[in-house]
T-cell receptor
Framework: DAKTTQPNSMESNEEEPVHLPCNHS???????IHWYRQLPSQGPEYVIH???SNVNNRMASLAIAEDRKSSTLILHRATLRDAAVYYC?????????????FGKGTRLHILP | GAGVSQSPSNKVTEKGKDVELRCDPI?????LYWYRQSLGQGLEFLIY????????KSGLPSDRFSAERTGGSVSTLTIQRTQQEDSAVYLC????????????FGSGTRLTVV
């Protein structure tokens, strides 16, 4: 997996939007950007992924920079249940080696 | 099944004993992964099965660790002669082997070696 860089931790107030950044300056044209999160005492869960265009689903939105060297996971209205570690990962569509190597991620704290 | 099922959910074993951890992936998912997570640490990749291909064992920490996947479905992770440093949560995930989908993780097995 190509390298991604995320802040170690972030804080946000409940019911406000949260923007979680991820830098991936060495991304290749065939790398998909995937986001996972891990809630306390649970296994990771898939959040969203994209290639070039911005994506929306019921959990979040993914904004991808035009040069694809960075992306932002957007939680539109944070709740206490969104407190988790968020992982930004690149997965190469060409690679037959499809294992995810998780980095340290961003620990998101939600303040009531 | 609806999700990835792991058993047991908790396992306490004495140092030196062997343990087996089981993972039932989602039906039809051809890829299966094992990870472990020590307390307060990140996710460590252990092994990856894809269909009938030889598994990627590059993450196994020692030869005390082995895994098999029978019939392309259920997988068993075996740890022989357990050590205290093996204490961790062992997580299994499965995937349709397509970048259009994400991994689905089980709830894990918490292993405590005493």
């Amino acid at each position: 997996d190509a390298k991604t860089t995320q802040p170690n931790s972030m804080e946000s107030n409940e019911e406000e939007p949260v923007h979680l950044p991820c830098n991936h300056s060495t991304i290749s044209g065939t790398d998909y950007i995937h986001w996972y999160r891990q809630l306390p005492s649970q296994g990771p869960e898939y959040v969203i992924h994209g290639l070039t265009s911005n994506v929306n689903n019921r959990m979040a939105s993914l904004a991808i920079a035009e040069d694809r060297k960075s992306s932002t996971l957007i939680l539109h209205r944070a709740t206490l249940r969104d407190a988790a570690v968020y992982y930004c990962i690149l997965r190469d569509v060409r690679s037959g080696d499809d294992k995810i190597i998780f980095g340290k991620g961003t620990r998101l704290h939600i303040l009531p | 099944g609806a999700g990835v099922s792991q058993s047991p959910s908790n396992k306490v074993t004495e140092k030196g004993k062997d343990v087996e951890l089981r993972c039932d992936p989602i039906s039809g998912h051809t890829a299966l992964y094992w990870y472990r997570q020590s307390l307060g640490q990140g996710l460590e990749f252990l092994i990856y099965f894809q269909g009938n291909s030889a598994p990627d064992k590059s993450g196994l920490p020692s030869d005390r660790f082995s895994a098999e996947r029978t019939g392309g479905s259920v997988s068993t992770l075996t740890i022989q002669r357990t050590q205290q440093e093996d204490s961790a949560v062992y997580l299994c995930a499965s995937n349709r082997q397509s970048l259009r989908y994400g991994y689905t993780f089980g709830s894990g097995t918490r292993l405590t070696v005493v």
